[in-house]
């Protein structure tokens, strides 16, 4: 689904893919949080990764930042919570938030 929301692209395009869009919303950097030590690497030889959660010992650390494009966290939390309803709506309706009539 192309949705036209009159802001350009990266790639200089005004057409969003739904994707897209969903990708910004999750994304917690628009929150202005950035979240450091997500993984780590465990071996860097073989470059293999882990979540910092199955690691025991390993801390992740969450820092806020203030930039012109974020947006402040109460309109952040009411507009992902509003994400989240609707996508458990489908889930309900359809089966799938996939799934198309």
């Known amino acids: 689904m192309k949705v036209n929301l009159g ?16 990708g910004i919303i999750k994304n917690e950097k628009y929150k202005s949080d950035l979240l450091l030590g997500k993984t780590f690497t465990v071996d860097p030889i073989s470059k293999l990764d882990k979540d910092i959660e199955s690691i025991e010992g390993k801390k992740s650390k969450l820092v806020d930042m203030r930039l012109e494009y974020t947006i402040d966290k109460a309109s952040y939390e009411v507009k992902y919570s509003s994400f989240t309803e609707k996508q458990e709506q489908l889930l309900k309706e359809r089966g799938s938030i996939f799934a198309f009539p």
């Not at 802001?7 to 200089?12: A, C, L, P």
């Open 7 to 22: 802001y350009v692209t990266k790639y200089g395009s005004s057409t969003w893919a739904s994707s897209t869009i969903l």
